[in-house]
């Protein structure tokens, strides 16, 4: 439970993210939400949760976990479902968003904290995944290919 608690805020330095050594710049972390700790609420933009999904695709993720982690929130294992025909496991890895000045990080259980938990993510974070580059875009795939890489 302790490591839990040693999870990143909203918009703080992701120190433990491999972006800083590969980059040199630390991602801001998103999402990170566990138990016992509160998070602003509130809805999102059917389009923000339509785009946030795509980043979850399995080749728009870094890989973090060889097993889903469960929900931070305390209801389990999220089941796997499809989307374009591929299958999405929330909870095994990472996704990158890039926004204006910043790269934000965060685990693709955001999804289920958004759909289920009602999550409310920062602002600048919601203008990222609408108005940044595109999952599979350029930019993107060359992002993703340098931290695996990297």
Do not use: W
Not at 2 to 29: F, H
Not at 65 to 91: D, K, M, N, W, Y
Request: charged share 15%.
């Amino acid at each position: 439970m302790a490591q839990r608690n040693r999870l990143p805020e909203d918009m703080a330095l992701y120190a433990a993210a491999p972006d800083e050594a590969v980059l040199g710049l630390a991602p801001l972390a998103i999402g990170f939400l566990r138990r016992n700790a509160p998070f602003p609420t509130g809805k999102t933009p059917a389009l923000f949760r339509a785009r946030l999904l795509d980043f979850c695709l399995p080749a728009h993720t870094l890989p973090t976990r060889a097993s889903a982690e469960a929900c931070g929130l305390g209801c389990g294992r999220v089941p796997p479902f499809l989307l374009h025909e591929q299958t999405i496991h929330l909870g095994l890895g990472e996704i990158r968003v890039i926004g204006g000045d910043d790269i934000f990080a965060a685990p693709t259980l955001i999804y289920h904290y958004i759909t289920e938990h009602n999550y409310r993510p920062p602002d600048p974070f919601i203008h990222a995944v609408l108005n940044g580059p595109a999952p599979g875009s350029p930019e993107h795939r060359a992002l993703l290919h340098t931290l695996r890489t990297g």
